[in-house]
């Protein structure tokens, strides 16, 4: 597995090396757009929008648009410039609880593995948060862009998690409505919450529609005709109604 990013991480006087791995994988299914006539494939070519000629990769360069038509190129060199070595650090900035950052500011998520020199200090740092019950908070930056990070200690090591910056997060578009729920109403639904409690088991769980995707696939290449599956029809009922079918269904007696 190639690592995606090399640093070390600043925790006082204590300096780290490590690399990040992708924790997570793309198993998404990719297609081909093709030509509805003959089925070859689709090219886009690049073209300049001044002269029409076509533009190869290392004529093109990246421009900022300051005003209107008006723009400023950037080199890699300008990028680097940008950065410094304490930069391509992961500067732990402080620590927190958990449950201080809401879920939709996680974004991606990295192993942290220690390089040469740095397991003990590595253990070190883990133990430390774990017996503490601390997660940290720190800065850095990959690529071209500044990261904020949360570095998680787990049983087996760290997992390091990219944050989204306060601006990049977004406000729902209008809140929910808090209509009055009855006491039944209320504790039915705390009732079938109970009746489903279970740990929660990654493995148990499928990509239905992925699955169901290759089952067309293969048939198409093997020269089979796939049937769609028949949509279920739900109606719509009294919610006291639906909350005693869904607690029998659960095998709660009421």
Same mark, same amino acid.
């Given at each position: 597995?190639?690592?995606?990013?090399? @640093?070390? #991480?600043?925790? !006082?006087?204590?300096?780290? &090396?490590?690399?990040?791995? =992708?924790? /997570?994988? +793309?198993?998404?299914?990719?297609?081909?757009?093709?030509?509805?006539?003959?089925?070859?494939?689709?090219?886009?070519?690049?073209?300049?929008?001044?002269?029409?000629?076509?533009?190869?990769? @290392?004529? #093109?360069?990246? !421009?900022?648009?300051?005003? &209107?038509?008006?723009?400023? =190129?950037? /080199?890699? +060199?300008?990028?680097?410039?940008?950065?410094?070595?304490?930069?391509?650090?992961?500067?732990?900035?402080?620590?927190?609880?958990?449950?201080?950052?809401?879920?939709?500011?996680?974004?991606?998520?990295?192993?942290?593995?220690?390089?040469?020199?740095?397991?003990?200090?590595?253990?070190?740092?883990?133990?430390?948060?774990?017996?503490?019950?601390?997660?940290?908070?720190?800065?850095?930056?990959?690529?071209?862009?500044?990261?904020?990070?949360?570095?998680?200690?787990?049983?087996?090591?760290?997992?390091?998690?990219?944050?989204?910056?306060?601006?990049?997060?977004?406000?729902?578009?209008?809140?929910?409505?808090?209509?009055?729920?009855?006491?039944?109403?209320?504790?039915?639904?705390?009732?079938?919450?109970?009746?489903?409690?279970?740990?929660?088991?990654?493995?148990?769980?499928?990509?239905?529609?992925?699955?169901?995707?290759?089952?067309?696939?293969?048939?198409?290449?093997?020269?089979?005709?796939?049937?769609?599956?028949?949509?279920?029809?739900?109606?719509?009922?009294?919610?006291?109604?639906?909350?005693?079918?869904?607690?029998?269904?659960?095998?709660?007696?009421?």
């Amino acid at each position: 597995m190639a690592v995606s990013h090399r @640093g070390a #991480i600043s925790f !006082g006087m204590v300096h780290i &090396p490590v690399g990040l791995y =992708t924790a /997570t994988q +793309d198993n998404d299914i990719h297609f081909n757009q093709l030509c509805k006539e003959d089925g070859s494939r689709v090219k886009y070519k690049k073209v300049c929008a001044s002269c029409g000629k076509e533009v190869g990769a @290392g004529d #093109i360069v990246k !421009g900022f648009e300051y005003e &209107p038509g008006k723009f400023v =190129t950037m /080199t890699d +060199d300008d990028f680097e410039k940008a950065k410094s070595e304490k930069d391509k650090t992961i500067h732990i900035l402080h620590f927190t609880d958990l449950p201080n950052i809401r879920p939709i500011y996680f974004d991606k998520t990295y192993h942290a593995i220690p390089e040469q020199g740095g397991d003990k200090a590595f253990e070190l740092l883990r133990r430390a948060m774990k017996d503490e019950n601390k997660i940290a908070v720190a800065k850095t930056v990959m690529g071209t862009k500044e990261k904020l990070l949360a570095l998680i200690p787990t049983d087996n090591g760290i997992l390091i998690e990219t944050l989204l910056f306060a601006d990049e997060v977004k406000d729902a578009p209008k809140e929910a409505t808090h209509p009055e729920v009855s006491d039944a109403e209320l504790q039915m639904a705390k009732t079938l919450i109970g009746a489903m409690v279970k740990n929660f088991e990654p493995e148990q769980y499928k990509d239905e529609y992925r699955e169901k995707l290759w089952e067309i696939i293969n048939g198409k290449i093997q020269g089979k005709e796939v049937v769609a599956p028949q949509e279920t029809v739900v109606s719509v009922i009294d919610l006291m109604e639906a909350l005693k079918q869904s607690l029998s269904q659960a095998g709660v007696s009421q």
